[in-house]
C-alpha cells in the first residue's frame, strides 16, 4: 500500500484496443505498473508491442480503452504541460529558432521574456549550443534536433518526461553521447522519466528500472531492478556487471523479437 | 567526364549553363518566329513578324492609350483575387484542421469546382450588369473554390506530431491553431495564393472577351475585330510578362517571409 501513495505514475490495467476497418489489433493488454518519484524507468519491448502507446496514454493524446492511468494520485485525461514528451520523430517547430523552441512551453504560459530567457540560457548552455540559439532546425544534426526536443520539454519543469525512442533515429556513436548527455541533464532535475526503447544497451545504460514488455497484445513481461552506479559514463558498458544485466534483458527480449518477427503486422 | 553530368539525372549544373539554356529557347523560339513569318511561309495577317509586333505595341501604348486598359485589367485581377483569398484562405484553413467545416463545405465547394465560371457569365451579366462587378465576379467564381480547397490540402498536411508535441507543451485546443497550424501552413498558403494569381489572370482575359469596354481582353477582342495580329500578339505577350512579374514578386515575398524554409524554398 506504501508503494501505491508514493508511486509518481500508476498504470492500473491499461488495454488498448485500436478498431481497425477489418480487424480489431489489441496493442496494450492489462498493463499495470507503478514509476517512483525521480525514477527512471526504461520500457523495452519488440516494434509494435504498444510500448508508445503507454507514452501516449499518458501524455494523454490517446485514452486508454480500459484501466486508469494516474499522476501523484489523480487520473489522466488529456494532455497538459505536466507532462513533457519527446518524440522519435523530429518535431522541433520549423518556423522557430533554437532558443524559440525552448521557450515555447514557457511562452505558452505566459511568463515574462527575463523569465523565459533565464530558463532557455540555462538549457542552451547545458545542451552545448551555445552560438545556435538563432539557428533554425533545418540547420541543426539530428543529435541537436533532439538535445533542443529534451531541453524544449525540461524547459517546461514537467513532472514525468515521457521519452518515445528519442534517439532511434540517430547513429550508433550519437547515441551513445546522447545518453550520457540525457543523464547529465537529468543528474540535475532528477524528473522521473519513462523512456521506450528497442535498444538493449540503451535500457541498461539508462534505466533504473527496467520493463520487458512481451510481444503483441503488450503485457509487461519483466520487472528488472538495474544495479548499477548512479554516475554513468560509456565506459559502465563494459564491465561484467553491465554484461550480466544486459545477457539477462537480452535472453527475454529475444524471444518476444522472435515472436513479433512472425506475426503480421 | 563533365559533359556526362549534365545528362546525370537530378545532378545540379553550373548557373551558368542553366541561365544560358534557357536564353536559349527564348532565341530558339524568336528564330522559329523570324523564319516562319520573313520568308513568308505564314503571311502576316495570320502571325506578323516580330519587329512588327513590336512596332505595334510602341504605337498601341502611344496612341491607344495601352496603360489604362493594362490598370483596367490589374484592378478586376487584383480585387478578384483578394476578394477570393480573403474567404478561401480562412475557409480552407478551418476545412483542413476541423472534420465538421470539412464535412459542411468539402463537397459543395468540390461540386461548384467542376461547373466553368466561364458557363456562369450569362447568369453574373444578368444579376449584376456588365459593369466592373460582372467582371470581377468571374475572377472571384473562377479562383475561389480551387483556392479553398488547395489550402484545405495544405492545412492538412501539417505533422500530427507537431500538434501532440504542442499539446504536451501546455498549447489548448484554439492555441493549435494560432501557435501550430497557421505558421507551419503558411509557407504553403502563399505558394497557393502565388499559383491561384495565375488561374486569375486566365478568367481575367475570359471575363474582360464579353461585354468589356476596357482592358487587356478587350483590346485583344478588338484587335481581332480589325484583324490587327500584330495588337493580339502584344496584348498576349503583356499579360504573360505582368504574370511572371508577380510570380517573382511571390517568390521573392516567400523568400523573406520564411527564412526558416532554407533557400529557394520548396
Known amino acids: 500500500m506504501t508503494e501505491m501513495t508514493q508511486a509518481k505514475v500508476i498504470i492500473d490495467g491499461v488495454s488498448k484496443i485500436f478498431t481497425g476497418k477489418e480487424r480489431q489489433v489489441t496493442a496494450l493488454a492489462e498493463a499495470s505498473f507503478t514509476v517512483a518519484p525521480s525514477e527512471f524507468v526504461t520500457i523495452l519491448g519488440p516494434s509494435g508491442c504498444g510500448k508508445s502507446t503507454i507514452l501516449k496514454i499518458l501524455a494523454g493524446l490517446e485514452e486508454p480503452t480500459s484501466g486508469r492511468v494516474l499522476l501523484d494520485g489523480r487520473e489522466i485525461t488529456g494532455p497538459g504541460s505536466d507532462r513533457g514528451m519527446v518524440f522519435q520523430t ?42 545556435f540559439e538563432t ?32 534517439f532511434g533515429a540517430l547513429d550508433a556513436q550519437t547515441r551513445t553521447v546522447m545518453q550520457e548527455l540525457l543523464l547529465t541533464v537529468w543528474d540535475e532535475s532528477h524528473k522521473t522519466i519513462l523512456f521506450v526503447t528497442h535498444d538493449v544497451d ?16 503488450g503485457r509487461i513481461k519483466a520487472k528488472i531492478a538495474v544495479d548499477l552506479p548512479n554516475q554513468r559514463t560509456f565506459d559502465l558498458k563494459l564491465t561484467d556487471n553491465f554484461m550480466c544485466i544486459k545477457k539477462e534483458v537480452m535472453g527475454l527480449i529475444r524471444e518476444e523479437a522472435w515472436k513479433a518477427a512472425n506475426t503480421n503486422t | 567526364m563533365v559533359k556526362c553530368k549534365l545528362l546525370t539525372p537530378k545532378a545540379d549544373i553550373p548557373a551558368s549553363v542553366y541561365v544560358a539554356l534557357s536564353a536559349l529557347t527564348f ?20 502571325l506578323p513578324p516580330p519587329d512588327k509586333v513590336v512596332k505595334d505595341g510602341a504605337l498601341l501604348f502611344s496612341e491607344f492609350d495601352l496603360m489604362s486598359d493594362i490598370w483596367a485589367s490589374v484592378f478586376r485581377v487584383t480585387v478578384g483575387f ?25 463537397p459543395m465547394l468540390s461540386f461548384i469546382r467542376y461547373m466553368p465560371a466561364s458557363a456562369f457569365i450569362p447568369l453574373f451579366i444578368l444579376w449584376l450588369g456588365i459593369g466592373e462587378s460582372e467582371k470581377i465576379a468571374v475572377i472571384f467564381f473562377g479562383t475561389f473554390f480551387p483556392l479553398a480547397l488547395m489550402i484545405m490540402d495544405v492545412t492538412k498536411n501539417v505533422a500530427h506530431d507537431l500538434i501532440d508535441t504542442a499539446y504536451t507543451l501546455g498549447v489548448s485546443r484554439w492555441g493549435v491553431f494560432r501557435r501550430i497550424i497557421l505558421p507551419a501552413s503558411m509557407p504553403g498558403i502563399v505558394d497557393t495564393l502565388r499559383i491561384a494569381f495565375g488561374w486569375a489572370w486566365t478568367y481575367l482575359v475570359v471575363a474582360e472577351i464579353v461585354a468589356a469596354g476596357s482592358g487587356l481582353g478587350f483590346m485583344i477582342m478588338q484587335a481581332q475585330r480589325f484583324l490587327k495580329t500584330g495588337n493580339i500578339i502584344v496584348g498576349i505577350i503583356i499579360i504573360g510578362v505582368i504574370g511572371i512579374m508577380i510570380d517573382i514578386v511571390f517568390k521573392w515575398l516567400y523568400a523573406r517571409m520564411f527564412p526558416w524554409m532554407g533557400k529557394g524554398g520548396r
Open chain 1, 90 to 131: 523530429y518535431t522541433l517547430f520549423p518556423w522557430l529558432s533554437v532558443r524559440e523552441n525552448i521557450e515555447f512551453g514557457l511562452d505558452v504560459a505566459g511568463k515574462s521574456k527575463q523569465e523565459r530567457k533565464d530558463v532557455s540560457d540555462h538549457y542552451i548552455e547545458k545542451i552545448g549550443l551555445k552560438g
Open chain 1, 135 to 166: 539557428f533554425f532546425p533545418r540547420d541543426l544534426s539530428g543529435g541537436m534536433k533532439q538535445r533542443v526536443a529534451i531541453a524544449r520539454a525540461l524547459a517546461n519543469d514537467p513532472e514525468v518526461l515521457l521519452m518515445d525512442e528519442p
Open chain 1, 202 to 217: 540503451e535500457a541498461v545504460f539508462l534505466g533504473d528500472t527496467i520493463y520487458v514488455m512481451t510481444a503483441r497484445p
Open chain 2, 27 to 46: 532565341a530558339l523560339f524568336a528564330a522559329i518566329w523570324s523564319a516562319l513569318t520573313y520568308s513568308d511561309l505564314i503571311p502576316p495577317m495570320f
Open chain 2, 82 to 106: 483578394l476578394l477570393a483569398a480573403v474567404i478561401a484562405v480562412p475557409l480552407g484553413i478551418m476545412m483542413g484542421s476541423l472534420k465538421v467545416c470539412e464535412a459542411l463545405a468539402e
